[in-house]
């Protein structure tokens, strides 16, 4: 019971986190220039990931606190084991593209700002803490933290922690069409809302390339979601 209430707790906090970083984007100058654009806030495969973090941690709380409903010594429906089975499906895009997001941004913020960092409000705002950002688009590191840390260390956690290893058929079958599936979802749309943004993506680095190489870029992204999938399962205790 103890352990299954501290479950609840770090879901509920890591949701809190992800929710109180998000809502705190609203309070900077870069907030009101994304939502005129098309697609808004959408657009950033960030945003896309932390609310697939926050869903996921949500339904982690749910089937926690839910019970069965048993009538007699019957049990009539088990909510909860519906509910950790939709979860886990869930968990495999949220996992991976929580993963990939940090490790894209914290590399290329450490090495190669310009290509995640915009220099102006005409350019591509992305949210950071870099001293590189013009003042418009800086913001607290505990926000930077929690838009590009938070989601991908919690799930980590409660995957390691809480919950079981993935099949061999899951992780050869399902997970590679889940990534393969996003990847031509969130590549179509970002097209398609840079063609309505004057051809100005969310993220510099696909800005300054032709199609040819946002497409090699998005393809080599769900490579290596998939692979960083395969790996922490792999190395899973359980």
């Given at each position: 019971m103890a352990f299954s209430a501290f479950r609840g707790l770090f879901r509920l906090a890591s949701a809190g986190a992800m929710i109180t970083a998000?809502?705190?984007?609203?309070?900077?100058?870069?907030d009101a220039f994304i939502r005129n654009q098309y697609g808004g806030h959408l657009q950033y495969l960030t945003i896309q990931g932390l609310f697939i973090a926050i869903a996921t941690m949500?339904?982690?709380?749910?089937?926690?606190?839910?019970?069965?409903?048993?009538?007699?010594?019957?049990?009539?429906s088990d909510g909860p084991a519906s509910l950790r089975s939709f979860r886990r499906s869930l968990f495999i895009a949220a996992m991976p593209l929580a993963v990939i997001i940090s490790s894209i941004y914290w590399t290329l913020l450490v090495f190669f700002p310009d290509l995640?960092?915009?220099?102006?409000?005409s350019a591509t705002p992305e949210p950071t803490s870099s001293d590189?950002?013009?003042?418009p688009f800086r913001l607290p590191l505990s926000i930077d933290l929690g838009l590009h840390a938070v989601p991908a260390l919690s799930l980590l956690l409660d995957f390691l922690v809480f919950e079981k290893k993935y099949s061999r058929k899951e992780v050869n079958i399902h997970v590679p069409v889940v990534v393969a599936l996003y990847a031509v979802f969130y590549g179509l749309w970002v097209e398609h809302c840079a063609s309505r943004n004057g051809n100005i993506f969310p993220y510099p680095f696909l800005t300054q390339n032709p199609l040819k190489v946002r497409i090699v870029i998005y393809a080599g992204a769900a490579f290596l979601a998939f692979g960083s999938f395969k790996l922490l399962n792999r190395v899973h205790p359980r």
């Open positions: 998000f809502r705190s984007l609203n309070t900077s100058a870069v949500l339904i982690g709380v749910l089937t926690d606190v839910i019970p069965p409903l048993r009538h007699g010594g019957l049990i009539l995640i960092i915009a220099s102006d409000v590189a950002a013009p003042v």
